[in-house]
C-alpha cells in the first residue's frame, strides 16, 4: 500500500504564495501519475494539477499559469507551487498517486485558507 503525505497548507493573504509537498511511502518513479486535487466546502474534489511518470503536466483551467506541479524523484516527493493565490482556491488539498497497477492512493489532506 502506498501512503501520501501532505504538508505545507496554512493561511495566505490573497496575492500570496505557499508550497504543498506529497511524500511518497515509494519509490515515485513507480507511479504512473501524481496529482493534486482539492476541495471546498460544498463543493466536488476537482483536479488541480498532475504530472505523469514521464513528466507531462497538466492543470485545471483555474489555476493555469499561477500553480506549478513538480517532484523531486531523490526525495519521493511531489511538490505544488501555488501563487497569486485568491480566495477561491481555498480549500482542502489532497495528493494523489496512481500505482502501477493503477490504484488509487489518497493523502489525508492538507487546509489551505486564503484569507486578508
Known amino acids: 500500500q502506498v501512503h501520501l503525505v501532505e504538508s505545507g497548507g496554512g493561511l495566505v493573504q490573497p496575492g500570496g504564495s505557499l508550497r504543498l509537498s506529497c511524500v511518497v511511502s515509494?519509490?515515485?518513479?513507480?507511479?504512473?501519475?501524481m496529482a493534486w486535487y482539492r476541495q471546498a466546502p460544498g463543493k466536488q474534489r476537482e483536479l488541480v494539477a498532475l504530472i505523469t511518470r514521464g513528466g507531462f503536466t497538466n492543470y485545471g483551467n483555474s489555476v493555469k499559469g499561477r500553480f506549478t506541479i513538480s517532484r523531486d524523484n531523490a526525495k519521493n516527493t511531489v511538490y505544488l507551487q501555488m501563487n497569486s493565490l485568491k480566495p477561491e482556491d481555498a480549500a482542502v488539498y489532497y495528493c494523489h498517486g496512481l500505482n502501477s497497477d493503477n490504484d488509487d492512493n489518497w493523502g489525508q489532506g492538507t487546509q489551505v485558507t486564503v484569507s486578508s
Open positions: 515509494v519509490n515515485i518513479f513507480n507511479m504512473n501519475r
